[in-house]
């Protein structure tokens, strides 16, 4: 099984717009820092699959030590991305890659975007800009426990 340890959801301008450790993952000192510079390295990869593809999950698209990189370009292009522990069977890389298809698209594709465009909908709120919302960090950390 995999838990995520980082979400990072990145505005068109690749600026990121909500950032969250998330899961069951033990936090390491440095740990903040490696999961910012992995996924803003995978940022690059992105940029190239997004316009070549019309898939909206990009599946497994970088790789590094035992963390696996996901991202879910919205129809407006906003990403979002996870890096996962993981901390199944090494040989089993099917059922590892299945294990985080199922996490990944259950906690970001699913509710994290509905509350995404919940977010979009209000007046107030500038698309772009920092989410600083306390309810949707509540909200996002609950999902995460309840799939991690």
Known sequence: MATTACFIIVSRNDIPIYEAE????????????????????ALDIVQDLAWTTSAMYLKAIDRFNDLVVSVYVTAGHILCVSDFNCVSDKKNTEKMENDI??????????????????ILLNPLYLPGSRIASSHFDTKVRALARKYL
Do not use: C, N, P, W
């Open 101 to 118: 298809y199922v996490i990944f698209f259950a906690f970001s594709v699913g509710e994290v975007h509905e509350l995404y465009i919940k």
């Open 22 to 41: 998330v899961g069951s993952a033990t936090k390491r000192e440095d740990a903040a820092q490696m999961h910012q510079f992995i996924l803003h390295a």
